[in-house]
């Protein structure tokens, strides 16, 4: 369990506006998530009973990921990891979204006095989320196994989305050489992923939003996955921009594991 004067957290820099600021697991199992997550990263977990039971990952006491039980109306769909984006104002990027044909799933609305969140869909039916933050933070771990390395949208319109993508989180976008890839970015920096292959991903579970968590060794976290009770959906392999695998946990959500060293270094 979280022992929060164990640790000396960070005090993270602003996350600048449209850029990931949360991912967290909405699963039927969060204890059993809890357990696999802590034994495959080495996350420890801060438990809020009075919101119905979240629990908010840390790893060296820096905050990562957070883990939800479905809200009381049930889980829609599959159990599945969300990506939310920060938002300066989360009721005009609710509008802008709307009027550029995507859709209000939840909220916004406000949680406590950590923020402001909201559920959206793209127009593709991609699901992601905004958060307007007050006191929470976002992420705070820069360093170690198991922090936000990527995230990317598996769709079958990517110029759609990355037309949509553009508008809503204020991002240039640039295509990769190798088929219909394009990395959204602010001043240059790269910090999202747009990619038109998402037939390729439907086999696994993938299409939609996709996190990747960083690990020091890939085979040997997708090792661990499997002791711990995860299955292998896409065994590690190498490609331009480091080592991967596709992984889900006991409950079925889909990620994956990345080490972002070039192959071969």
């Known amino acids: 369990m979280f ?18 600021i949360w991912v967290d697991l909405i ?12 034994a495959l990263f080495g996350w420890e977990y801060q438990l809020w009973e009075e919101m119905g039971g979240y629990a908010t990952a840390h790893r060296a006491g820096n905050k990562v990921a957070g883990i939800s039980p479905p809200p009381p109306q049930g889980l829609k769909g599959s159990p599945g990891w969300r990506v939310s984006f920060a938002s300066e104002d989360i009721h005009a990027d609710a509008a802008r979204i709307a009027a550029l044909g995507g859709h209000t799933e939840s909220g916004p609305m406000q949680i406590g006095n950590q923020g402001h969140m909201g559920q959206f869909s793209d127009p593709d039916g991609a699901s992601f989320g905004l958060w307007q933050d007050d006191r929470h933070g976002g992420f705070a771990a820069y360093d170690g196994p198991g922090r936000l390395v990527w995230a990317e949208v ?41 990619s038109g292959n998402a037939q390729n991903w439907n086999a696994v579970g993938a299409a939609g939003w996709m996190v990747y968590f960083y690990a020091d060794d890939v085979d040997q976290t997708v090792q661990r996955a499997e002791q711990a009770g995860g299955k292998v959906l896409v065994p590690p392999f190498d490609m331009d921009f480091g080592r991967m695998a596709v992984l889900s946990d006991p409950a079925g959500a889909v990620f994956s594991v990345m080490n972002p060293r070039p192959a071969g270094a």
């Open 3 to 20: 022992q929060p004067q164990t640790f000396a957290p960070v005090v993270p820099p602003p996350i600048a506006a449209g850029e990931p």
């Open 27 to 38: 699963t039927p199992a969060p204890q059993a998530a809890r357990d696999f997550y802590a």
């Open 154 to 194: 598996n769709t079958r319109n990517a110029e759609g989305a990355v037309d949509f993508y553009a508008s809503v989180l204020g991002a240039t976008s640039t295509p990769m050489p190798q088929g219909t890839y394009h990395t959204l970015q602010h001043g240059g920096q790269s910090f999202a992923g747009v």
